[in-house]
């Protein structure tokens, strides 16, 4: 192991002990964490009959594999925080930036407090980084139409996990094959690639698709999926057709409520749903979702320009905003909150900054592949952000800025390799960033 890569887990380890020990030594719960040890409990017990469908399994694998201890858990993440870290620093070095460079960028990014509360929280996210973060470092390592049927399977079976923790990652293996097609002329490499590549990923979405198929009576990745969409809604509600009054009427009262009382107007339907004002119609919740995916998809061809006005204003919109989980009453001593909300403040206008520079760079990036019609390795990795970005705001709206957690750091990457490669900058400047 080099000295750099010795001394980058060794900084890793001690910014998460000191953290845990000292400032923030709790297990952060939310309501979707709820889920995810519900179902962690069931694949414990080897049981998913009567399940809802409402998670999908990769993540509580995780928490089933350490028997719900929580805080096994909380280490687990640490272990892969630290190990995503070093992903990160390879890759950079791959990208062709000198060691040490990518040693202090790699630090930079692991070095943002919602890298660590993240990890403290029983959420996706952390897996999902590290995940990622393997996925880019292979891809960054050798060119993929050149690499073995070995190195497919495994990339397969890294897209297939991510499939598995939550279905919308489904479209990266898509646009893997897109880059492929247009950089490789050879079709008999193309298909066999494309049926590796395919091969966990599908078998993750289609076989979940069919365990709720069996208990909820949907062939669907999610039981929920029409709540989701519901939720792209909540400010045209009313303009649906008369036939969803049953829906729309309650779902417009809850909507002005939550203006009023200042809840979080995108968990509208969620607050109707909790306090009871459809159990009239006796619906289970994926039966419910059933029925608002109906009226959502109704709402929206009747409202196409409200939808694309919620899409664009406040879905996509949102997935640019910083985002950081942490129970705010739950730091070891006093005052050390508000230190931390100080520190976050800096760092998310410095994220803010970031992800706007990042936009820029995708659309040079766009401009440069309608000339060249190549798919450069950079702008594979813009777009699956931008993909990402744009396919979460469609499909729900709220907590949007916990999707573009786990891409954060490729906007990052994306943007260092723009400057070092695009900006001119004074010899030694220029010679310390190489």
Request: proline fraction near 3%.
């Amino acid at each position: 192991m080099s000295k750099n890569l010795k001394l980058l887990i060794a900084i890793e380890t001690l910014f998460r002990l000191v953290l845990f020990l000292i400032f923030y030594s709790s297990v952060t719960i939310f309501p979707d964490s709820e889920g995810y040890i519900d179902l962690a409990q069931r694949v414990s017990n080897f049981d998913f009959s009567n399940y809802n469908g409402l998670r999908s399994p990769g993540y509580p694998l995780l928490i089933s594999f350490v028997n719900s201890n929580l805080y096994a858990v909380i280490f687990i993440q640490f272990g892969l925080g630290i190990i995503t870290s070093v992903f990160q620093y390879k890759t950079l070095v791959y990208l062709g930036f000198s060691k040490r460079n990518s040693l202090i960028f790699a630090l930079f990014i692991s070095c943002f407090l919602n890298v660590f509360f993240f990890e403290t929280c029983i959420l996706v996210e952390t897996v999902v980084l590290f995940l990622m973060s393997t996925f880019v470092y292979l891809l960054s390592k050798t060119s993929f139409q050149n690499q073995s049927l070995k190195f497919d399977f495994l990339m397969s079976f890294i897209l297939g996990y991510l499939v598995f923790i939550k279905s919308f990652y489904i479209f990266i293996p898509f646009l893997l094959l897109v880059w492929l097609i247009l950089n490789q002329a050879n079709f008999k490499i193309f298909f066999r690639k494309a049926f590796v590549i395919l091969i966990f990923p599908m078998l993750a979405f289609l076989s979940w698709s069919y365990v709720n198929k069996i208990n909820i009576g949907q062939f669907s990745s999610s039981g929920i999926s029409g709540l989701y969409l519901a939720q792209n809604c909540v400010y045209f509600a009313e303009d649906a057709p008369k036939e969803f009054d049953w829906i729309s009427k309650t779902y417009v009262d809850y909507r002005e409520k939550s203006i009023r009382e200042n809840r979080d107007v995108a968990m509208t339907i969620w607050y109707a749903y909790e306090d009871g004002a459809y159990d009239k119609y006796n619906l289970t919740l994926p039966e419910f979702s059933v029925e608002l995916g109906k009226f959502a998809k109704a709402a929206i061809k009747e409202n196409p320009f409200a939808y694309l006005k919620q899409v664009i204003t406040k879905s996509w919109f949102d997935f640019w905003k910083p985002t950081i989980n942490w129970n705010y009453e739950a730091f070891n001593f006093k005052y050390a909150n508000k230190l931390f909300l100080g520190v976050w403040y800096l760092q998310s206008a410095l994220i803010v900054l970031i992800k706007a520079g990042f936009l820029f760079v995708f659309c040079f990036q766009l401009v440069k592949f309608m000339k060249s019609k190549k798919l450069s390795f950079e702008f594979l990795l813009a777009l699956i952000v931008f993909t990402a970005s744009v396919l979460q705001a469609l499909a729900t709206y709220g907590t949007n800025n916990r999707f573009s957690f786990p891409f954060e750091f490729i906007m990052i990457s994306t943007v260092f390799l723009f400057l070092k490669k695009n900006i001119k900058l004074p010899s030694k400047l220029n010679t310390w960033l190489h």
